[in-house]
């Protein structure tokens, strides 16, 4: 069946610092695959997504990309900033739900 | 409505209780999901309503869960005999016809504790 690896957290970094979340996948088909985040107190949110190999998909400074022949989908910020504390999570599609990956904690300190 | 709205947004209740749960969707989208998600771990899938059948209900742990949905639009996931393991959050989401394209919109969850 479909399921979504990820990053063990916590993950703690500095300020402006380089921030790489990893995310692999095993799946039948062609999935889309999305990130979500869960700010402190709030419900998920829709962060980024791509629907076919290669896509790009990117928000608020975020980026991934849909690599099919590393079943990957690693989410990269360039420059954290404290507000980006949160709980991330990965997830593919199938044909009507999404899997979830476990989540990572990332905390971000001034 | 404007997003997916869930109520109560948290519920203490004693062990052998009986709870309900209550999401309502956005309006027009067709797909609708339940999921839990216990202290410090992932998203735990529960159920699947398209319209208001559930051709996936794979993911109900026990007997005491059960869920429906009417009019195409709210939805309630009931737990009978609360038990102390049943504490978490649940989650509602909804989505079109094809979420791998739109993905899910979530509610805030209703936080659940069975004392």
């Known amino acids: 069946g479909n399921s979504v690896t990820q990053m063990e957290g916590p993950v703690t970094l500095s300020e402006e610092a380089f921030l790489t979340i990893n995310c692999t996948y095993t799946?039948?088909?062609?999935?889309?695959l999305f990130w979500y985040v869960q700010y402190p107190g709030e419900g998920l949110q829709l962060l980024l997504k791509?629907?076919?190999?290669?896509d790009k998909g990117s928000n608020k400074g975020f980026e991934a990309t849909y690599r099919k022949e590393t079943t990957s989908f690693h989410l990269e910020k360039g420059s954290v900033q404290v507000s980006d504390s949160a709980v991330y999570f990965c997830?593919?599609?199938?044909?009507?739900?999404?899997?979830f990956g476990a989540g990572t904690t990332v905390t971000v300190r001034a | 409505g404007a997003g997916v709205s869930q109520s109560p947004s948290n519920k203490v209740t004693e062990k052998g209780k009986d709870v309900e749960l209550r999401c309502d969707p956005i309006?027009?989208?067709?797909?609708l999901y339940w999921y839990r998600q216990r202290l410090g771990q992932g998203l735990e899938f529960l159920i699947y309503f398209q319209g208001n059948s559930a051709p996936d209900k794979s993911g109900l742990p026990s007997d005491r869960f059960s869920a429906e949905r009417t009019g195409e639009s709210v939805s309630t996931l009931t737990i009978q005999r609360t038990q102390q393991e049943d504490s978490a959050v649940y989650l509602c989401a909804s989505s079109l016809a094809r979420v791998r394209v739109s993905g899910y919109t979530f509610g805030s969850g209703t936080r659940l504790t069975v004392v």
């Open positions: 309006s027009g989208h067709t797909a």
């Open positions: 997830a593919l599609s199938d044909d009507y739900k999404l899997s």
């Open positions: 799946a039948t088909g062609y999935p889309s």
């Open positions: 791509a629907t076919k190999a290669d």
